[in-house]
């Protein structure tokens, strides 16, 4: 239940960074303060799915067991951010925007769908292992600010941020969810990839 709870707190950050994104009308001062939803997550310890899939090959079978009650977790924490903030005077503004988004999504192929989401995590696992490495305070936020603005200006697929952006763009439906799953294991393979080679190079 903590780890559910931690996902849904994760869920929540991912999404206010997505509501920042949405409302700033430059992309990339959007993108910019979009890494508020990764920092939440790394500075106070909240279970990100996108983040702690990075290290499944480095854990024991219990935490790669954790990793579905994360994702649900987080999708229960946009569901509960969205409609709250539908509930709102942004709610008009944000469900038009993120409409236009969705539409972008959910128009691409499930193949560019993937490939977006594996260079996505490949951004996201230098934004997280950066932050828990690098010894220096600057480097550490440096490490999420330039992990996190580079996926949101190239348009890689997160899983998470997805769940938000479907929900308040009122485009959940069959074809949705099959993006999502598949921007999922985009992100679960991009994740593991480099630590995978960096064993392999070691070894």
Known sequence: MSTFLSGILAGISISIGGTVFLLCESKIVGALFFTVGLFCVCA????????????????????????????????AGALIAAFLEMQTRLGPSLTEKAAAVCQAKLGQGLLSAFILAIFCNIMIFVAVEGYKSIPHELGKYLAIFFGVTIFVICGFEHCVANMYYFTVGKAWSVEAALYLLVMTVGNALGGVSIPLLRKMIKR
């Open 44 to 75: 106070f310890g909240f279970h990100l799915f996108t983040g702690k899939v990075c290290y499944a090959f480095d854990n024991d079978r219990a935490y790669a067991l954790k990793l579905p009650v994360i994702w649900l977790g987080n999708l």
